[in-house]
């Protein structure tokens, strides 16, 4: 599979000119963060009560330390995530700050994606045997290629973006933006640099103990600008969810639902669970059971791709009353390998 997978860049690094599509422009930050959330089948638009929804819904921001046992400082998330085996490395850094405790907060999130020892092969004359003259490999034709192996070269690809989030408390809930800077450097020298905008409304027992979340991604759209002189453009797309606690009073524990739907209006078709016209959805459910707040017990579905995972936490030790949690996710893929997620959960 990784010779699949290399492969199929080879051929989009010859060929530059054919790998252009805008649906997908930053589609690595739809890989998430947090273990926590992605062993819930990334379920979390509505849980957002971690340093987390700095990415999944800042308007968590508003009120995430209020939810805790004791009175929080802040809260950092580290994330470490081996894509598809070990052929796509993802890092995740959060870190969320209450102004004022249950009111207001803000934060910042990292995101990194990259994709190591890539193949590069410049097109030269000749490369292509039987060519049609049109300088496309097309195996389908009966091409070929002619090249001499000693003369890869290898280089990363490497995607970044920084969010910078706030939130609010309102009367009727609680809303949050994120601005975000992506960054692209890819392979052969091209860059590109975009800007865009999340907007995040939360509101918490909308009926009981029910949570509900909406997020606008990209909502005013995103435009990506090559080095290239080509520019993408990011749709926006409309984030649902909601969650719901269940008390197991025998077991000292509670049991967390989630379910989230993702929305969008690009005709991505077969790409997504569901299509109708250009109108596509995209669902996550997930699960947690946690055991007298200390270990934590994980399931869900992403997009139909099913996720597990479990955590411990260790609440107000030590001096500066540190809580520490540990996490772990794993999704399985049919036709990758499956992708394992460690996270470091820091609070004050």
Not at 155 to 183: C, M, P
Not at 219 to 232: F, Q
Request: one cysteine or more.
């Amino acid at each position: 599979m990784r010779r699949l997978a290399i492969g199929f860049w080879l051929a989009l690094l010859i060929f530059p000119a054919e790998s252009h599509g805008e649906k997908y422009a930053g589609e690595f930050m739809a890989l998430g963060g947090g273990a926590r959330a992605m062993g819930m089948g990334g379920a979390f638009i509505a849980v957002a009560d971690d340093a987390t929804t700095t990415f999944w819904n800042p308007a968590g921001l508003a009120d995430f330390s209020s939810l805790e046992s004791g009175p929080r400082r802040w809260e950092a998330v580290l994330m470490h995530a081996e894509q598809f085996g070990d052929l796509i490395n993802s890092n995740f850094f959060s870190v969320a700050f209450p102004l004022k405790g249950g009111e207001s907060g803000w934060g910042l999130s990292i995101m990194h994606m990259g994709i190591p020892d890539i193949p590069i092969v410049l097109l030269e004359p000749g490369m292509i045997t039987n060519s049609d003259g049109d300088d496309i490999y097309e195996p389908q034709q009966g091409e070929g290629l002619n090249f001499d192996p000693d003369g890869i070269r290898y280089e990363s690809a490497n995607d970044v973006a920084a969010l910078f989030s706030y939130a609010q408390r309102f009367s009727f809930a609680s809303a949050g933006a994120n601005v975000k800077i992506i960054r692209n450097d890819q392979v052969t020298g091209v860059s590109s640099l975009g800007i865009g905008l999340d907007i995040g409304l939360l509101r918490r027992q909308a009926w009981k103990d029910l949570s509900v979340g909406v997020k606008m991604q990209d909502a005013t759209g995103t435009y990506i600008s090559w080095s290239t002189g080509e520019r993408e453009f990011i749709h926006p797309a409309v984030k649902i969810g909601c969650a719901y606690p269940l008390s197991i009073e025998r077991m000292s524990s509670t049991l967390l639902l989630a379910v989230d739907g993702d929305f969008r209006f690009e005709n991505r078709r077969g790409a997504a669970q569901f299509w109708i016209g250009r109108a596509s959805a995209d669902f996550h459910v997930g699960a947690e059971v946690m055991i007298r707040d200390i270990v934590a017990l994980r399931g869900g579905l992403d997009m139909g791709r099913p996720t597990a995972g479990m955590g411990i936490m260790l609440q107000n030790f030590g001096p500066w009353r540190t809580s520490l949690g540990l996490d772990y996710a794993f999704l399985h893929h049919d036709e990758f390998d499956m992708t394992h997620r460690v996270s470091l959960l820091v609070a004050l």
